[in-house]
């Protein structure tokens, strides 16, 4: 069988670096993942990381570190599949040390040393120097946070074939990354089936520009959803909830200094993830902070289709105000 070719650095030596290692008759090649928070693997020149393995498909998989410094592999809806530990991956995976990532017939290992000594630089080692270092300096920022869920998601595994079902939660992982990046954000964490982005605003006051960039994610996720259900042979439709809310948290770099982080922190983020929950509650599609609510004023008339409500978020002593509405609503409020 002819071996797959893995076209990256030649072999560098990695102690405290987290790595892949492809281990092939010519001898070990390495990755190092420092200097970027996402590394993408496929076929195709455009990838941080090319396999010329034709079980591999174009743009295969993703890699991404967070502010703590875990690693996710995300399958980007590849036709064979990603495998960590021989085990098929559908949602994001958090990698531990030593794990073995499986695409086609190419398979790496993955290295995030967290022996203390191994970790610590020598100080007398130029090429050691604020390589595991951890940076964490916040500043006070205005953000608008959203988190984006897929509804039943436990129920859909349990009837939809697994290929078919990484293809399709692949397909929206890689729709959902692309879609925030091209609005202004990233995705800042990996919650299961679900995603969280940030914006952060330059003023005390979210501008209408920011808030259409938000607003038009939120469209475009739909849109993206919905052309899943005509793509694949479902049981019952995808369907997605989503909450977002604006004020104040702490943001910075964190994590290892190998791998720093833009996040945020606080209950602006918190009250985010307790809004997306809450749609349940209200039986809508999307569940807004009143912040945020307040700044769509400037937007369309389907500003109005959103109906005021109070909810019991967990943790949360007193009632919060929320407002609800539906993604069908969201044309409107965009003036389309």
């Not at 050691?128 to 006070?140: G, H, N, P």
């Not at 692949?170 to 959902?176: K, L, P, Q, S």
């Not at 369907?239 to 602006?268: E, F, K, Q």
Request: hydrophobic share 35%; glycine share 8%; proline share 5%.
């Amino acid at each position: 069988m002819e071996q797959p070719v893995v076209s990256w650095a030649p072999a560098v030596t990695l102690k405290r670096a987290p790595h892949l290692v492809h281990k092939n008759p010519n001898g070990n090649r390495y990755l190092p993942l420092v200097g970027s928070n996402c590394w993408t693997i496929g076929r195709n020149e455009d990838n941080n990381f090319v396999l010329s393995d034709r079980w591999i498909s174009r743009n295969h998989a993703m890699l991404q570190c967070n502010e703590t410094g875990e690693f996710y592999l995300i399958d980007l809806g590849s036709r064979n599949g990603s495998f960590v530990n021989g085990r098929r991956v559908t949602i994001p995976v958090t990698l531990q040390d030593r794990d073995r990532l499986t695409f086609g017939e190419t398979e790496l290992s993955f290295y995030c040393p967290t022996n203390k000594e191994e970790e610590e630089p020598n100080p007398e080692d130029p090429d050691s120097q604020d390589l595991t270092a951890t940076a964490a300096l916040y500043v006070r920022r205005l953000i608008s946070v959203m988190v984006v869920d897929i509804r039943n998601f436990t129920v859909l595994t349990r009837q939809l074939d697994e290929k078919v079902l990484s293809e399709v939660i692949g397909t929206w992982f890689r729709n959902v990354g692309n879609i925030i990046r091209d609005h202004g954000s990233w995705v800042d964490k990996y919650i299961g089936d679900a995603v969280m982005a940030v914006w952060f605003h330059n003023s005390e006051k979210a501008s209408n520009d920011e808030v259409v960039q938000i607003v038009s994610s939120l469209e475009a996720l739909y849109q993206a959803t919905e052309d899943i259900n005509k793509s694949f042979p479902l049981p019952f439709p995808l369907r997605i909830a989503a909450g977002v809310n604006t004020g104040h948290a702490m943001v910075g770099n964190s994590g290892s200094g190998d791998c720093p982080d833009y996040t945020a922190l606080g209950d602006t983020v918190n009250a985010a993830f307790r809004l997306e929950s809450a749609t349940k509650e209200i039986g809508r599609d999307i569940a807004l902070g009143e912040t945020t609510a307040q700044c769509l004023s400037g937007l369309g008339p389907g500003q109005k289709r959103f109906e005021q409500y109070k909810v019991h978020l967990k943790g949360y002593d007193t009632p919060t105000v929320t407002y609800g509405g539906y993604f069908a609503d969201l044309q409107e409020l965009l003036g389309k």
